[in-house]
């Protein structure tokens, strides 16, 4: 895996510095990163399942792409980036929401100001498979259900901004 230099913030989203990826997820630095969620006209959203090779959570299922923009890139050219990168989709973003999380996992941090970024897409996505394993399109009461039953089958960060975040709107707009 090449270094991935990454953006450490304050609580505020201010750049404070910056620092090495893995370094940062072991020490739990507060760091820049985004969660994009793409929505059909049917009100279902595009989940994708973690490539098995990922250095964590292989093989959870999670929004339809996370990451953390590169050094003065802004969060939503960097979403749009990646997300074209992973699921080989291209649409407008927009950010619904922000916030501060801090959850341990197989021995490391995401402490992440999260930038929560919609957009829609009708179609089937062209997966990265050295960064998606496989994809669903999955209504927001049947993913809630889901998580609720089956909570290990989700990453943690997901299941954060899925219970935080009022996505009901993003639909009715």
């Not at 959203?45 to 093989?59: C, D």
Request: hydrophobic share 40%; with cysteine.
């Amino acid at each position: 895996m090449r270094e991935e230099i990454i953006i450490l913030v304050d609580r505020e989203d201010k750049q404070i510095g910056t620092g090495e990826k893995m370094e940062v997820h072991r020490a739990g630095e507060l760091h820049r990163a985004f969660s994009v969620f793409v929505f059909n006209s049917r009100g279902e959203t595009l989940l994708q399942q973690r490539a098995m090779g990922k250095y964590h959570s292989a093989g959870l299922w999670t929004n339809t792409c996370c990451s953390h923009p590169r050094v003065g890139e802004d969060v939503l050219v960097g979403a749009k980036r990646r997300l074209k990168e992973e699921m080989g989709i291209v649409c407008e973003l927009n950010e619904v929401d922000s916030f501060v999380y801090k959850t341990e996992f197989e021995g490391l941090f995401e402490h992440e100001f999260d930038h929560i970024l919609v957009g829609r897409f009708e179609g089937n996505p062209i997966i990265n498979k050295s960064e998606v394993e496989s994809f669903l399109w999955m209504s927001l009461v049947e993913l809630k259900k889901d998580i609720e039953e089956r909570p290990n089958k989700y990453t943690s960060w997901f299941k954060i901004a899925m219970d935080r975040t009022d996505f009901s709107k993003v639909l009715i707009s």
